[in-house]
């Protein structure tokens, strides 16, 4: 499902196809690398405004990528 999705944010003609996307694309940012370049990519370099600001959320640093981020395992005490 991955391949597809950023094929689709990258490619696809219609920009509410490609916003919807990012929402898939974005859920895979955190463990894999190829999620990651595209929503960076799409952040940056869209044609369509709402995808650039929808695509930020889930790039590095944005609210959602932070809001997302995997905690570190806590050990609990012997």
């Not at 955190?30 to 940056?44: F, K, L, N, T, W």
């Given at each position: 499902?991955?391949?597809?999705?950023?094929?689709?944010?990258a490619a696809?003609?219609?920009?509410?196809?490609?916003?919807?996307?990012?929402?898939?694309?974005g859920?895979?940012v955190?463990?894999?690398?190829?999620?990651c370049?595209?929503?960076?990519?799409?952040?940056?370099?869209?044609?369509a405004?709402?995808?650039?600001?929808?695509?930020s959320?889930?790039?590095?640093?944005?609210?959602?990528y932070?809001?997302?981020?995997?905690?570190?395992?806590r050990?609990?005490?012997?």
């Amino acid at each position: 499902m991955l391949p597809r999705a950023i094929a689709l944010l990258a490619a696809d003609e219609s920009a509410h196809v490609r916003a919807m996307a990012v929402e898939v694309v974005g859920q895979w940012v955190h463990s894999h690398p190829a999620a990651c370049s595209a929503i960076e990519r799409a952040a940056g370099h869209d044609p369509a405004p709402a995808v650039r600001k929808k695509a930020s959320w889930y790039a590095p640093g944005g609210t959602v990528y932070r809001r997302t981020k995997p905690r570190p395992h806590r050990l609990r005490p012997s």
